[in-house]
């Protein structure tokens, strides 16, 4: 353990070494003011091919954990984008990211943005990256995705999108006036499994999702995800999001217009324990969709790891279950339980009968996500137009390819999801009741 600790201590020593050289080496220190070229080899700068060029440059702001998984993703072939800066507070932090992530030293960003600053200084550079990857604390979305998006970035944001929908609808109005694309950072959203799923019980009129983790002594004490500035919304925000999109998925058929015209009539948390900062940290919900169909949820961070969800439907023989919905088990193939019980000698013996449905799993979602953005990204640059857009429509796109089309429509899943969890937090706030919409 010693030895990786002083081996890991020696690379951060090398790359401050390097860091230092290139802030020196630059001729004109303004124009880069808090950024630094990583260390390249003539390789490694030859590297930078016309492979590379066609791909979606990307920033990141912030280097949590959830921002190495993105970034790992982010480089696979498959991705069709590069992460080419990174910002952090801190150019410790900035640095043991990168060499921590990227251990081909090909794939290394070429700028790192560091200091008090540093977040501003990426979105604002005109050189670092096409694209921003922000999976900040929510209460920062606001103002970091605007200036994202006014200095012409395509920006994927991690969710909770925002504190409120009013404060993503507003966000999604500065996307569609740039001409830029704005999408949340859902990641089953894109697995071909999810389709399959959604599409396998016929007449669905029930869905029930638990998601849940255990959170340790230091998780209560120091994760963002329970504080009230950090992610207010607590675990309605951080897991119920994912329940929430699911049903709104299923109920709507996977059509974004059935969506639009109103699916969801009441929310109601029926049980929900708050920290003392008043944040949600485990909570049980129900949603009412039109149709007499219904959404149950349970979310917290107060019981062992579950995601599982389960949809039900009139007249369907099986119920079809996925175990491992947000965070896939690891395999070539991903599962979806299709199964049935009955009764039989007068009643004292149950049988179960199934089947499984499987889903390749050759691509895993974050990448297939990565790979989905660059697409509808680069479509919105070739397409759109403001002039084209409506925005009451939720059309914030202008175009007539089936990119742009599908980025308008995750965008209204996207903000369709917010408004329920508004919602939620409502009920939440007044006891519990019945909240309309």
Same mark, same amino acid.
């Given at each position: 353990?010693?030895?990786?600790?002083?081996?890991?201590?020696?690379?951060?020593?090398?790359?401050?070494?390097? &860091?230092?050289?290139?802030?020196?080496? @630059?001729?004109? /220190?303004?124009?880069?003011?808090?950024?630094?070229?990583?260390?390249?080899?003539?390789?490694?700068?030859?590297?930078?091919?016309?492979?590379?060029?066609?791909?979606?440059?990307?920033?990141?702001?912030?280097?949590?954990?959830?921002?190495?998984?993105?970034?790992?993703?982010?480089?696979?072939?498959?991705?069709?984008?590069?992460?080419?800066?990174?910002?952090?507070?801190?150019?410790?932090?900035?640095?043991?990211?990168?060499?921590?992530?990227?251990?081909?030293?090909?794939?290394?960003?070429?700028?790192?943005?560091?200091?008090?600053?540093?977040?501003?200084?990426?979105?604002?550079?005109?050189?670092?990256?096409?694209?921003?990857? @922000?999976? &900040? /604390?929510?209460? &920062?979305?606001?103002?970091?995705?605007?200036?994202?998006?006014?200095?012409?970035?395509?920006?994927?944001?991690?969710?909770?999108?925002?504190?409120?929908?009013?404060?993503?609808?507003?966000?999604?109005?500065?996307?569609?006036?740039?001409?830029?694309?704005?999408?949340?950072?859902?990641?089953?959203?894109?697995?071909?499994?999810?389709?399959?799923?959604?599409?396998?019980?016929?007449?669905?009129?029930?869905?029930?999702?638990?998601?849940?983790?255990?959170?340790?002594?230091?998780?209560?004490?120091?994760?963002?995800?329970?504080?009230?500035?950090?992610?207010?919304?607590?675990?309605?925000?951080?897991?119920?999001?994912?329940?929430?999109?699911?049903?709104?998925?299923?109920?709507?058929?996977?059509?974004?217009?059935?969506?639009?015209?109103?699916?969801?009539?009441?929310?109601?948390?029926?049980?929900?324990?708050?920290?003392?900062?008043?944040? /949600?940290?485990?909570?049980?919900?129900?949603?009412?969709?039109?149709?007499?169909?219904?959404?149950? @949820?349970?979310?917290?961070?107060?019981?062992?790891?579950?995601?599982?969800?389960?949809?039900?439907?009139?007249?369907?023989?099986?119920?079809?279950?996925?175990?491992?919905?947000?965070? /896939?088990?690891?395999?070539?193939?991903?599962?979806?339980? &299709?199964?049935?019980?009955?009764?039989?000698?007068?009643?004292?013996?149950?049988?179960?009968?199934?089947?499984?449905?499987?889903?390749?799993?050759?691509?895993?979602?974050?990448?297939?996500?990565?790979?989905?953005?660059?697409?509808?990204?680069?479509?919105?640059?070739?397409?759109?137009?403001?002039?084209?857009?409506? @925005?009451?429509?939720?059309?914030?796109?202008?175009?007539?390819?089936?990119?742009?089309?599908?980025?308008?429509?995750?965008?209204?899943?996207?903000?369709?999801?917010?408004?329920?969890?508004?919602?939620?937090?409502?009920?939440?706030?007044?006891?519990?009741?019945?909240?309309?919409?």
């Amino acid at each position: 353990m010693l030895e990786v600790e002083r081996r890991r201590f020696a690379r951060v020593l090398l790359g401050r070494r390097f &860091l230092i050289h290139h802030r020196r080496s @630059i001729e004109d /220190p303004a124009a880069c003011r808090g950024s630094t070229l990583l260390p390249s080899t003539p390789s490694a700068m030859a590297a930078v091919n016309s492979d590379d060029a066609d791909k979606l440059a990307v920033g990141i702001c912030g280097c949590a954990r959830i921002a190495k998984k993105n970034a790992s993703a982010v480089s696979s072939p498959f991705s069709s984008c590069r992460i080419s800066a990174i910002a952090s507070r801190t150019e410790e932090k900035a640095t043991d990211f990168v060499y921590e992530v990227f251990g081909d030293e090909e794939q290394r960003p070429t700028h790192i943005f560091s200091g008090v600053d540093a977040y501003d200084n990426l979105l604002e550079s005109k050189q670092s990256c096409d694209a921003v990857y @922000i999976p &900040l /604390p929510t209460k &920062l979305h606001d103002a970091y995705v605007g200036t994202a998006l006014r200095n012409k970035k395509h920006v994927l944001l991690e969710k909770p999108v925002a504190v409120s929908a009013q404060s993503y609808r507003e966000m999604l109005s500065i996307a569609s006036q740039e001409g830029k694309f704005l999408m949340d950072g859902t990641m089953f959203v894109h697995a071909n499994r999810t389709k399959e799923f959604v599409k396998a019980i016929p007449n669905a009129n029930r869905v029930n999702f638990n998601f849940t983790f255990r959170g340790d002594e230091d998780f209560f004490k120091n994760d963002i995800r329970v504080k009230r500035e950090g992610d207010c919304l607590g675990c309605i925000g951080d897991l119920g999001w994912y329940c929430v999109r699911m049903g709104l998925l299923v109920f709507s058929d996977l059509k974004a217009d059935v969506l639009r015209q109103g699916l969801v009539k009441e929310v109601q948390v029926v049980n929900c324990e708050l920290n003392d900062e008043g944040v /949600p940290i485990d909570a049980d919900c129900m949603v009412y969709f039109s149709g007499n169909r219904v959404l149950s @949820i349970h979310c917290g961070f107060k019981h062992t790891l579950n995601q599982v969800v389960t949809i039900f439907g009139t007249g369907s023989e099986y119920a079809s279950t996925i175990t491992d919905v947000v965070l /896939p088990h690891k395999g070539d193939h991903l599962n979806i339980s &299709l199964s049935k019980q009955h009764m039989i000698d007068y009643d004292q013996i149950c049988i179960h009968d199934g089947k499984f449905l499987q889903s390749t799993n050759d691509i895993v979602q974050e990448v297939c996500m990565w790979h989905n953005f660059a697409k509808f990204a680069r479509k919105i640059d070739e397409e759109s137009s403001q002039a084209a857009a409506d @925005i009451e429509s939720e059309k914030w796109w202008g175009g007539d390819s089936d990119e742009v089309k599908s980025a308008n429509d995750i965008a209204s899943y996207s903000l369709h999801t917010q408004i329920v969890l508004d919602a939620l937090m409502e009920s939440i706030q007044k006891g519990g009741v019945r909240i309309p919409l």
